[in-house]
């Protein structure tokens, strides 16, 4: 039998039976101690002897995978997968996200607690994975490429899923033109007078409690902090942005006015802080300059969804000034 042939998905009675004949498909290398954080990877191509199949050097050890993988499951970065052209058969949630529409026919799975079973029924030929503790699971299902992509730099990890996916000119050129993008955004937030002002990034907690978040947890603050060049309000910068480990913090209502910056981005919940006193009188709130945003958009942090991202920033500030939109 050939080592990528489908695998009969049998009842789930034989399900150990199933599980053994698959790890002759397993990945390898020895899988990862749980907990272990896996690091940098690069990719090779097997020689000219074999065109059905590349190596992707894990931490773990050598992962052979299909040249061509027609059939994916993805953790949390299926938008990175889409921009490549690759349409995964299964995922984790997309409730809200840009592209929720787009992979409304791919099977949902989850990505907090496995269930090996659920993903045997897709018929991978590839698995990318956000946890490593489940990648020996997943390899006796089917090649498996399990790391914390949270911990990569976006340009980092779109070159490596174009080298998984055979693709790399395609992903340079995706980022290339985000990075255009990019300073071509905060060429024009200069020149409406925009480029020097600060933003804070909020969430509603529980009553009385505010979120306040930096540049390295979603809710926009790659984009806002990192990309487009605008500033966090001092306390924020050193209380978040400059301490090694820390990712936000939590505020009460009285303090707020210490953080608060010239603009405020916030989700849906922050409308319970209207009739609020505290929060009725910040400038931004009564000048117009506090923007809601969707919670599922700014929740994801692929190249799709951060394309998305920069749109909504750069309209909504826009409009602040002269309600133009791009």
Known sequence: MSKYKRKSILAAAALSAILLTACGAANKGAAPEAGSKVTEQTTETTPDTSKDTRVIK???GDVEIPAN???VVVAFFQGDLLALGIHPVGTSFNDDAVF????????VVDAFELNPEAIMELDPDLIIWNNTDDYERLSKIAPTLARNYYD????DRVAFFGEVFGVPEKAEKIMSDFEKKAEESKKQLSEKGLGDKNVILLENQTKGVLRVFGDDYGRGGEIIYKYLGLKAPERIQKEVMDKEGVDYIDISYETLKDYVGDYIFSDERIAEMKDVEVWESLPAVKEGRLVQNSSGMFWF????SMNAQMDFVMDSLLKTVDGQTR
């Open 152 to 155: 990569m730099e976006v340009k």
């Open 301 to 304: 942090s692929d190249i799709t």
């Open 58 to 60: 894990m931490e773990y």
């Open 100 to 107: 929720e529409q787009e992979l409304g026919d791919v099977t």
């Open 69 to 71: 993988p027609k059939r």
